[in-house]
């Protein structure tokens, strides 16, 4: 049974951090694509980084600079750094694979406010 546990999130003023960490199992978590989505209020979900299984790393540009995904494959676990956030980060954040599949687990909730 695949199941996905996101943490790490919180209330957080502008330009400041969190690390948010993404505990998998039910799957061989080194061989997927793995990747951060979110989710802001009124929008649709969208992808924000991946970290293939390869080891090719991605960004959506408007967290270029700001926000490096990591992965730790021993543990089935995937990480983001988020520095230096901005009040249009905040969202629902939610770890899946990529493609993503069709189980999502509760995700984690980032606001980014003064």
């Known amino acids: 049974q695949v199941r996905l546990v996101e943490f790490g999130g919180g209330l957080v003023q502008p330009g400041g951090s969190l690390r948010l960490s993404c505990a998998a199992s039910?799957?061989?978590?080194?061989?997927?694509?793995m990747a951060w989505y979110r989710q802001a209020p009124g929008k649709e979900r969208e992808l924000v980084a991946v970290?293939?299984?390869?080891?090719?790393?991605r960004y959506v540009d408007s967290v270029k600079g700001r926000f490096t995904i990591t992965r730790d494959n021993a543990r089935s676990t995937l990480y983001l750094q988020m520095n230096s956030l901005k009040p249009e980060d905040t969202a629902v954040y939610y770890c899946?694979?990529?493609?993503?599949?069709?189980?999502w687990g509760q995700g984690t909730q980032v606001t980014v406010s003064s």
């Open positions: 039910g799957f061989i978590f080194g061989s997927y694509n």
């Open positions: 970290f293939t299984s390869g080891g090719t790393i």
């Open positions: 899946n694979t990529n493609p993503a599949g069709g189980f």
